[in-house]
């Protein structure tokens, strides 16, 4: 029987705890050690090899013993299981071999017989600790790696020693959340588990003030659960985590492949854009080589058209000049012409009395014959036809002859 008995100390401790009486006939205490200094198993973790601080357990007892409700569970607490029991009472120890632990006295109420029986016998024994600390620190250089998530992810303080290598680790400092303690298969902190009688100390007979207790810690990111030594021997709770978080990775997997999907869908469509852009963008660049082809021929013939119009213009400019020039000569002509009528009307004038002169001339006889001749006169045909017409006797006159030619 592991039990503790429920002396009036003890019963004293639980009403300070609880607040009020209980029914002590129902429940069973018992000593536990819940966490020790010893370095903690949890590999792949940031805390692997880490070592808790004794100020840690100095904290969580004080908790404890100024009536915070931390609740027992079995296996630990995944949200929503109603607790066996609680924990009342807490103390730092230091052990023999110098290592510091955090004693706790629990007790087990009445709903839960079988694991009073269990724990009595010790079929049940090793406990752990839900915990948040308040600071992560380097055993080498004391940087809290709480300050710098990449230091976490990375396991790496800030100066590069990376925790669980070598002589580095983390040093867990300061309680954030004291939030449960567990009964499970195996404990995260080496020698945290529910203590025989011989072991007691809180529950001692011998009991003196200033002895001490037990814890491991839960966080979803700092928590710890187990501690194996064989894979065969694994925590159930720390299978039942990494297989939550595989789940969790695979999800998170299928999101990116989601999303990647999704972006090469987006890439893909703004290609077949870019292609359909570069398509309009060459037609466009035909279509303004066209038109420029266009312009300049069409600037040709403007220039054309326009040497033509100044031709034009010159040859009109020539065709009114010489208009001018042709007028002007008209106008001279017809000066010349009234000029010359005037002088011919002038010479017909003076010709009109020489003539009225000749014709009286030619009527006298005898008459002069004028030199050359007379016009009309054939003096052949008219003797010839009227040979004695002429009473005078004058017969073929040498005077009347036209000369030989
Ligand atoms: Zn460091």
């Known amino acids: 029987m592991k039990r503790i008995e429920l002396t009036e100390r003890i019963k004293a401790l639980i009403k300070a705890s609880v607040g009020d009486d209980i029914d002590y006939e129902k429940i069973a205490a018992f000593e536990a050690t819940a966490v020790t200094s010893l370095p903690l198993n949890k590999r792949g973790s940031v805390f692997d090899r880490g070592q808790i601080t004794a100020e840690t357990f100095i904290e969580a007892a004080n908790l404890l013993n100024t009536g915070l409700f931390v609740p027992l569970h079995t296996l630990h607490e995944q949200g929503y299981e109603i607790p066996v029991g609680r924990l009342f009472y807490g103390e730092h120890v230091k052990s023999n071999q110098g290592t510091d632990e955090l004693r706790v006295l629990f007790f087990v109420d009445g709903t839960s017989p079988d694991l009073i029986s269990r724990l009595d016998t010790g079929t049940i024994e090793e406990v752990s600790v839900g915990m948040q600390f308040k600071r992560l620190l380097c055993s080498t250089c004391n940087i809290d790696l709480m300050?710098?998530?990449?230091?976490?992810?990375?396991?790496?303080?800030?100066?590069?020693?990376?925790?669980?290598?070598?002589?580095?680790h983390v040093k867990p400092d300061g309680v954030a959340n004291f939030r449960e303690m567990s009964l499970v298969s195996k404990g995260a902190s080496n020698g945290a588990k529910v203590l025989g009688a011989q072991k007691r100390l809180l529950a001692s007979a011998y009991y003196k003030d200033g002895s001490a207790l037990a814890a491991s810690l839960k966080d979803p990111e700092f928590m710890l659960f187990g501690s194996p030594t064989k894979l065969a021997e694994e925590d159930p709770m720390l299978i039942a985590?990494?297989?939550?978080?595989?789940?969790?990775?695979?999800?998170?997997?299928?999101?990116?492949?989601?999303?990647?999907?999704?972006?090469?869908?987006?890439?893909?469509?703004?290609?077949?854009?870019?292609?359909?852009?570069?398509?309009?963008?060459?037609?466009?660049?035909?279509?303004?080589?066209?038109?420029?082809?266009?312009?300049?021929?069409?600037?040709?013939?403007?220039?054309?058209?326009?040497?033509?119009?100044?031709?034009?213009?010159?040859?009109?400019?020539?065709?009114?000049?010489?208009?001018?020039?042709?007028?002007?000569?008209?106008?001279?002509?017809?000066?010349?012409?009234?000029?010359v009528e005037t002088k011919l009307l002038a010479a017909e004038t003076e010709l009109a009395p020489l003539k009225a002169a000749q014709t009286v001339t030619l009527g006298q006889r005898p008459f002069k014959i004028p030199l050359g001749g007379v016009e009309g006169l054939r003096a052949t045909t008219t003797d010839s036809v009227k040979p004695d017409s002429d009473s005078v006797g004058l017969m073929a006159s040498r005077a009347f002859k036209t000369p030989a030619r």
Request: proline share 0%; hydrophobic share 45%; aromatic share 0%.
């Open 241 to 339: 985590e990494l297989q939550a978080k595989l789940v969790k990775a695979e999800g998170d997997l299928t999101l990116t492949a989601t999303a990647k999907a999704e972006a090469e869908g987006k890439v893909a469509t703004l290609e077949a854009a870019k292609v359909t852009l570069e398509a309009a963008k060459t037609e466009a660049e035909g279509k303004v080589a066209t038109l420029e082809a266009a312009k300049t021929e069409a600037e040709g013939k403007v220039a054309t058209l326009e040497a033509a119009k100044t031709e034009a213009e010159g040859k009109v400019a020539a065709l009114e000049a010489a208009q001018v020039e042709a007028d002007a000569a008209k106008v001279a002509l017809e000066a010349a012409k009234a000029e």
């Open 147 to 168: 300050e710098d998530n990449e230091s976490i992810w990375s396991q790496t303080c800030k100066n590069g020693h990376v925790m669980g290598m070598g002589s580095n």
